[in-house]
């Protein structure tokens, strides 16, 4: 069974960096067969795709963001991570880090970590 | 304004069926068989209740069905039950840029 979880700072101040990782157990990222991906939530609203990535770096970003997005993956380490650069109070949510159930970005979502909030303030 | 359209909210009794719609564009939902759908309780991760329009991943009741006609992908849930109720989101490929387009959510509250 696929876990993932989720760890980073809960605030963050505006303008500084997000940084969060996604440490996958139960299954090897470099196997190929899955994209990884981050979606965040608003508090009281909906889904957010943020992005995708591939065991070998490929990355996919939604291009709707406004704040400046990577995603990095460590196979190593079995983990992949999300920097938010230059943050503001819109970027406060619920982050969460997922598995694609397919091995091309843009379908469903399998498995997801339980979240973790961020928050943006001073 | 999400990409995907859905009523803000739906009920229902209990044993009852209600359905859920999600309207998108020949971009995404009328283009590819690839919707899927998502039920999520108060402070939990989303739970994979659909994919590719049609199809239920192990464990899922078969009282969740979802089905398509043109730009819209509807949820159909039967012999509802109280822990049905919570958000349901749906979600397309896309053509665009974007890739993958999410619905605003269903609050379901059953009555």
């Known amino acids: 069974q696929v876990q993932l979880q989720e760890s980073g700072p809960g605030l963050v101040k505006p303008s500084q960096t997000l940084s969060l990782t996604c440490t996958v157990s139960g299954g090897s990222i470099s196997n190929g067969d899955y994209y990884w991906s981050w979606i965040r939530q608003p508090p009281g609203k909906g889904l957010e795709w943020i992005g995708y990535i591939y065991y070998s770096g490929s990355t996919y970003y939604n291009p709707s963001l406004k704040s400046p997005v990577t995603i990095s993956v460590d196979t190593s380490k079995n983990q992949f991570s999300l920097k938010v650069s230059s943050v503001t109070a819109a970027d406060t949510a619920v982050y969460f880090c997922?598995?694609?159930?397919?091995?091309?970005?843009?379908?469903?979502?399998?498995?997801w970590g339980q979240g973790t909030l961020v928050t943006v303030s001073s | 304004q999400s990409a995907l359209t859905q009523p803000a909210s739906v009920s229902e009794s209990p044993g009852q069926s209600i359905t859920i719609s999600c309207t998108g564009t020949s971009s995404d939902v009328g283009a590819y068989n690839f919707v899927s759908w998502y039920q999520q309780h108060p402070g939990k991760a989303p739970k994979l209740m659909v994919y590719?329009?049609?199809n239920r991943p192990s464990g899922v009741s078969n009282r969740f069905s979802g089905s398509k006609s043109g730009n819209t992908a509807s949820l159909t849930i039967s012999g509802l039950q109280a822990e049905d109720e919570a958000d349901y989101y749906c979600s397309s490929y896309t053509s665009s840029s974007n890739l993958v387009v999410f619905g605003g959510g269903t609050k379901l509250t059953v009555l």
């Open positions: 590719d329009v049609t």
């Open positions: 997922a598995r694609v159930g397919d091995s091309r970005p843009g379908y469903y979502i399998d498995y």
